[in-house]
């Protein structure tokens, strides 16, 4: 494994670097368990559009420091969807619609993270909450520690959820299950996430950081032209009927065979045909 070229953030709280083609961004407040913070809804964003034009980049990775994920939001600094109180109804509205504007923009790392044509994988070396869950889900693929979990988290503190978090857990284990797992807001272990297809892969908890990087690398060295068209082949599988998905995907396959990766492909595949064919003559 190479060594990390550091990527300056603008900020502490967030690290980054760029390891064997893989961008990875690292949420650092170990001391807080990784909870979010202003500076990150400026930093992550930044970063996932900097990996994303970056054509050196074939893969993006986001992780925590320390032993978790990510807490989510950081209620004892205030950064939660708290409503102020007073003021007549038209204040009150006008309120709501302003700090729902404010955490939608907050939440831009998860868009960014669902819809950049990059791969993504969230690297879980410990628990992720709320946010931090929603986060986690937010990526395409998810390598997790034995010692992570998912916790909602919301329901406790009489919140109905953000950052997508509903959005994201019905499309990965439907619709009556999502509201199941986020109304008895119990903790989901590694092995059981495994289970229901929201952790990809569990490791030890010393291997994370090595196994996320070597998948990550693995996935970036590949056709990422190609990657790109995959996911979003998955995507509209999820929300066009059949006929526009065939078309999308034809456009895409074409486009596709049109690349110098797609010529690379072909030529290493002959060339291995020829060796296998000479070695049984």
Excluded at 95 to 108: C, G, M, S
Excluded at 136 to 141: H, N, T
Excluded at 168 to 196: H, N, S, Y
């Amino acid at each position: 494994m190479s060594s990390a070229q550091p990527v300056e953030s603008g900020t502490d709280t967030v690290l980054a670097g760029i390891i064997d083609g893989v961008g990875v961004i690292t949420l650092n407040r170990p001391e807080r368990r990784n909870a979010l913070h202003a500076e990150m809804y400026v930093a992550v964003p930044k970063l996932l559009e900097q990996f994303s034009a970056d054509d050196a980049i074939g893969c993006v990775l986001i992780t925590g420091s320390g032993a978790a994920f990510s807490a989510g939001g950081d209620v004892r600094d205030g950064n939660s969807a708290r409503q102020d109180a007073g003021g007549g109804q038209a204040d009150a509205d006008a309120r709501v619609r302003a700090q729902a504007a404010r955490l939608t923009d907050n939440a831009k790392m998860v868009m960014l993270l669902h819809s950049m044509p990059k791969v993504t994988i969230a690297a879980l070396p410990g628990p992720a909450v709320g946010a931090g869950m929603s986060i986690a889900l937010a990526a395409d693929l998810r390598i997790a520690a034995r010692s992570a979990r998912l916790i909602p988290g919301w329901s406790k503190l009489a919140f109905s959820g953000d950052f997508g978090g509903a959005w994201f857990l019905t499309r990965l284990v439907g619709p009556a299950k999502a509201l199941e797992l986020l109304i008895a807001d119990e903790p989901v272990d590694a092995e059981a996430a495994q289970g229901m297809g929201l952790f990809n892969r569990v490791v030890d908890d010393g291997e994370l950081r090595d196994s996320a990087i070597r998948w990550a690398a693995q996935i970036a060295a590949g056709p990422t032209y190609a990657f790109a068209g995959v996911k979003a082949n998955v995507a509209d599988a999820q929300s066009l009927p059949l006929g526009q998905a065939l078309l999308a995907e034809s456009e895409r396959m074409v486009r596709s065979g049109m690349t110098a990766e797609h010529r690379a492909a072909v030529k290493a595949w002959l060339a291995a045909a020829a060796a296998k064919s000479g070695a049984r003559s």
